[in-house]
């Protein structure tokens, strides 16, 4: 079963690999250079967190297609004059249904990862990282299946998904092993769960904020008719900044709470195993960071007077403090958290 488990991976990177190529080929050529809007309407600062699943699907209704209907024909003349943009559509539709193959093989490498274990296939950093970008290819799926206007985004989804399991199989894989007698406990099934639903999801939030940024940028460069630099060249292609922020704060404003919840139960679970809530542990530092950091973007996004560019830096930054939890902690911190399995 590891052997199977690892061959699926292997897959689910390929047809990542291949789904981003599509994805990356309508990007590219997709009629009249750009691919979807966002219908214009203005919101009001909301409660942080509150109603946010249905605040999401209403942010999704808000998507359509600029200049392209969802089966990727132009709407608004006979065709697109490029020849190559009569295959675009169709090379999306190719990006969804391989991304779809990729994460039926993503969960069965998990599955058999655990049926060869005998435990949860998530006790060491090789595991908890194959099981993040699969809650970020299921949370991707969800949308994508949802609103298809969004499928350009895929490109830098599909890409992150790659560059993240690329890493894990080839610099972290880990041998199938029993759990360490420190993480033998029924809190490993909730306090980490928790913690791989919410990377997951703030994955893809960080995925629309920094596509915010660059499409803002854009929009502000184009305003002030000042020189197009990269990234601000790939802004034409992307929704409107309007609507990929207002999405980047309802995958944040989702995503916050369940993060908030997974650090409570890692202190619960601190106290049974170590005598107290809290150690300021690097691990437990570096997540407690990331909550003020993700906290933060939120009360800014909340705030009438931040910039939305300012408040979509601070959810780049608050990734970035994710990385440095997962991967330096990880590999180069010492710690009563040191379960990670790298040598």
Not at 74 to 96: E, H, K, M, N, Y
Not at 220 to 240: D, I, Q, V
């Amino acid at each position: 079963m590891a052997t199977l488990s690892h061959d699926l991976l292997f897959v689910a990177i390929v047809s990542y690999l291949f789904a981003m190529m599509c994805y990356a080929a309508e990007y590219a050529f997709g009629a009249r250079g750009a691919v979807a809007r966002v219908a214009e309407r203005q919101i009001t600062p909301e409660l942080v967190g509150a109603g946010a699943p249905a605040a999401l699907d209403s942010d999704l209704d808000g998507l359509e297609v600029h200049g392209l209907d969802v089966d990727g024909l132009d709407a608004s003349d006979d065709g697109p004059t490029d020849p190559l943009a009569r295959f675009a559509p169709l090379l999306g539709r190719i990006a969804v249904i391989l991304t779809a193959v990729g994460l039926v093989a993503h969960i069965g490498c998990l599955i058999a990862r655990g049926l060869a274990a005998h435990r949860v296939p998530w006790g060491n950093m090789y595991e908890f990282i194959i099981a993040v970008t699969l809650v970020a290819s299921v949370a991707w799926m969800g949308l994508v299946t949802r609103r298809p206007s969004i499928r350009p985004l895929g490109l830098f989804v599909t890409g992150t998904l790659v560059v993240l399991l690329g890493l894990d199989e080839t610099v972290l894989y880990t041998k199938v092993s029993p759990l360490v007698p420190a993480l033998n406990s029924y809190w490993l099934k909730i306090h980490v769960t928790l913690a791989i639903t919410a990377s997951g999801i703030l994955m893809i939030g960080f995925c629309a904020a920094v596509l915010h940024l660059i499409r803002a940028g854009y929009e502000k460069r184009t305003a002030e008719e000042l020189p197009m630099r990269y990234p601000y060249t790939l802004g034409p292609r992307l929704p409107e900044a309007d609507g990929l922020e207002r999405l980047t704060f309802r995958i944040h404003a989702f995503a916050f709470p369940i993060w908030t919840l997974a650090i409570i139960c890692g202190a619960i679970w601190a106290e049974s195993a170590w005598g107290r809530y809290w150690g300021w542990d690097p691990k437990e530092t570096w997540a407690f960071i990331a909550w003020v950091a993700y906290a933060c973007y939120l009360h800014a996004r909340a705030t009438p007077s931040v910039r939305r560019t300012a408040a979509s830096w601070l959810a780049v930054i608050g990734w970035g403090t994710m990385m440095m939890n997962l991967f330096i902690v990880n590999i180069f911190v010492s710690g009563l958290h040191s379960y990670a399995g790298v040598k």
